[in-house]
């Protein structure tokens, strides 16, 4: 199998098509009892998520690719973003969640919330 057939099999049994649900976005890194306050209000809607990797502080909001067809297939595969054309497909979410390698992650309002508590003793007073 050449590298783009293995990438398409691998690819046909995401069912999810997992990398093509969501975006990020960079975010300035939250210091302040106001920047979290932010930040909650963010993970608070449904579909946006909150993580920490060593690049820094990112949201990760749930949204289908518009150009994503019933098909499972790109609708503009020739032309692309660079960003899913440098998507690496050999190790991606389907072979371990990207979470794994987060170093802060909260996937909810809840575990955000904890967090703050936690980070700030005076939270809440
Ligand atoms: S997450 Fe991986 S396997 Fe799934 S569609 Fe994207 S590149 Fe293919
Ligand atoms: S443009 Fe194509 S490859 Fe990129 S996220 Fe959308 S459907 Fe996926």
């Given at each position: 199998m050449t590298d783009l057939n293995v990438a398409l099999d691998k690819c046909s049994r995401c069912k999810g098509r997992l990398c093509c649900n969501y975006i990020t976005q960079w975010i300035e890194t939250p210091r302040s009892k106001r920047d979290f306050e932010f930040l909650l209000w963010q993970v608070a809607h449904r579909g946006v998520r909150c993580y920490q990797d060593n690049d820094g502080w990112y949201l990760l909001i749930e949204t289908r690719c518009t150009?994503?067809?019933?098909?499972?297939?790109?609708?503009?595969?020739?032309?692309?973003p660079s960003v899913c054309r440098e998507?690496?497909?050999?190790?991606c979410e389907f072979d371990?969640?990207?979470?794994?390698?987060?170093?802060k992650y909260f996937p909810s309002y809840k575990s955000l919330l904890a967090y703050c508590r936690k980070r700030f003793k005076s939270w809440g007073k």
């Amino acid at each position: 199998m050449t590298d783009l057939n293995v990438a398409l099999d691998k690819c046909s049994r995401c069912k999810g098509r997992l990398c093509c649900n969501y975006i990020t976005q960079w975010i300035e890194t939250p210091r302040s009892k106001r920047d979290f306050e932010f930040l909650l209000w963010q993970v608070a809607h449904r579909g946006v998520r909150c993580y920490q990797d060593n690049d820094g502080w990112y949201l990760l909001i749930e949204t289908r690719c518009t150009h994503l067809g019933k098909d499972g297939l790109c609708g503009i595969y020739d032309s692309r973003p660079s960003v899913c054309r440098e998507y690496d497909h050999e190790w991606c979410e389907f072979d371990e969640p990207a979470e794994k390698h987060f170093k802060k992650y909260f996937p909810s309002y809840k575990s955000l919330l904890a967090y703050c508590r936690k980070r700030f003793k005076s939270w809440g007073k």
